[in-house]
């Protein structure tokens, strides 16, 4: 029962994902999982990490600000 | 208040049952242990109830017995030692006669407080009065040949506990496994199933009119707030058995405890556990069994309270995502950073390798929000 995620920001990218896919064909063989903010992404990404079962987690986030210190410790692997 | 140190800040286990090895940095006042069937969450707290007890005989026969696996513990025949189901114990449950290095258990770095559970072999042999005696061979002159019996070694730290052949006939082993071993720890098992009612019966005999059993009925009040008294009471004259009765308002006679259904009957044994563990360490299997979701806080919030109160650390299993719920909103409430949550892995490319991630008060509050699956 391996998951499968993409952390997206808002509603609108959940969106745009879910109509590509659609658009494409493409089976939905992984959550699209809105986080409701760039903050709470970052916030809640190394707990995501620690999610039981992960097999792979994609992000996708606007890059339209400068560096921010993240909180906490996020891991990247 | 003053905190005093927890019985365990941390946890190393070696070569017990399913674990060949698991390492656990951080230990809290209250733990819960989420995890899939057979990953070892039982076996966790087993690990923690033989460390606290110092390598009780008789909770390895517990141990075995709660999986079928008992079977000729004590033998009365030399030889034949791959029946012998001591080898349960041991990872791997490989021939007895391959288990060179002992089960260990304890908290990480620190070796003098590390309980070792080695085996050994006798041989019988005759003394200078002509008896029978058990005779430890030591490990070269286990090729020698003859038929030896194979027995229990342990220790904490470099310090040697007890040792014993596991012989039938050792006529002093009651007495021996139950004695006062160094530093031992007081610790109480709630199996999924409930404590026995031998165990009610003395738990409850210790706390007869103090004050702590105002805590087992502040218990029973999360389901029934008209639950005036509790006491142990024989059902008939002469019953050395008691079970426990409940006066309720607006009834005379008393009632069986259980009578108002399981759930009373599940608080009122793990609360009786716990201020029962002063000092020492309540481990709770399954906790959320019988329990109705609604329940559930408020159970988490005595427990904190009374856990922090008398020094108890607490380890309980879970299977339920209602109970990692209210274990979070108990603990955040709670506010002392007394809980953890420890989610039981086995690494993918290593088995019997275990895994522990833990997720604090803070990461619990994002799993619960962001529903992420920890269990």
């Known amino acids: 029962m391996a998951e499968r995620y993409l952390l997206v920001e808002g509603k609108d990218d959940e969106h745009v994902f879910y109509h590509l896919l659609k658009h494409h064909q493409i089976p939905e063989c992984f959550e699209i999982k809105n986080k409701e903010g760039i903050d709470n992404l970052l916030d809640t990404l190394p707990t995501e990490l620690k999610r039981s079962n992960l097999e792979r987690l994609g992000i996708v986030v606007d890059a339209n600000r400068t560096s921010r210190p993240v909180g906490g410790s996020c891991a990247t692997s | ?375």
Not at chain 2, 250 to 267: A, K, T, Y
Not at chain 2, 354 to 372: H, K, N, S
Request: charged share 25%; glycine share 8%; with cysteine.
């Open chain 2, 1 to 375: 208040m003053m905190t005093r140190p927890l019985v365990l800040d941390s946890l190393e286990i070696h070569r017990f049952r399913v674990f060949r090895h698991l390492q656990i940095d951080r230990l809290k006042q209250v733990n819960l242990i989420v995890g899939k069937n057979n990953v070892g969450k039982t076996c966790l707290l087993e690990a923690l109830l033989l460390y606290a007890n110092r390598g009780s005989l008789l909770t390895m026969r517990m141990v075995l017995e709660s999986r079928d696996e008992a079977k000729r513990l004590l033998t009365s025949s030399e030889g034949d030692a791959k029946g012998r189901s001591i080898r349960y114990l041991f990872h791997g449950r490989g021939d007895l006669e391959d288990q060179h290095e002992p089960v260990q258990i304890g908290p990480i770095g620190s070796p003098p407080d590390m309980l070792s559970i080695g085996l050994i072999w006798f041989r019988q042999q005759l003394d200078q009065h002509g008896r029978q005696q058990w005779q430890r061979i030591p490990p070269e002159d286990y090729d020698a040949g003859g038929l030896l019996l194979p027995g229990l070694s342990i220790a904490l730290g470099a310090q040697p506990v007890l040792s014993y052949p596991l012989h039938i006939d050792i006529p002093d082993l009651d007495r021996v496994v139950q004695l006062k071993k160094p530093r031992q720890i007081s610790s109480i098992f709630v199996p999924a199933n409930g404590l026995g009612r031998e165990q009610v019966n003395l738990l409850w005999d210790k706390i007869a009119l103090t004050d702590l059993e105002r805590d087992v009925l502040a218990s029973l009040h999360i389901i029934a707030s008209e639950v005036e008294r509790v006491n142990l009471v024989g059902s008939q004259e002469g019953d050395r058995e008691r079970i426990p009765m409940a006066k309720i308002t607006d009834f005379d006679d008393p009632l069986p405890l259980r009578s108002l259904g399981e759930g009373m009957n599940r608080l009122f044994g793990v609360v009786l556990a716990l201020v029962n563990a002063r000092d020492g360490m309540l481990l709770i299997d399954e906790i959320d069994s019988g329990l109705h979701y609604s329940a559930q806080p408020d159970l988490w919030r005595l427990i904190f309270q009374v856990a922090r109160r008398l020094n108890v650390q607490v380890f309980a299993t879970t299977h339920s995502w209602d109970c990692v719920q209210a274990f979070q909103q108990a603990a955040q409430e709670d506010g002392q950073g007394d809980g953890l949550l420890i989610s039981l892995r086995e690494r993918k490319d290593q088995k019997g390798q275990g895994v522990a991630v833990l997720f604090d008060e803070r990461e619990l509050g994002i799993v619960t929000r962001e529903q992420i699956e920890v269990r």
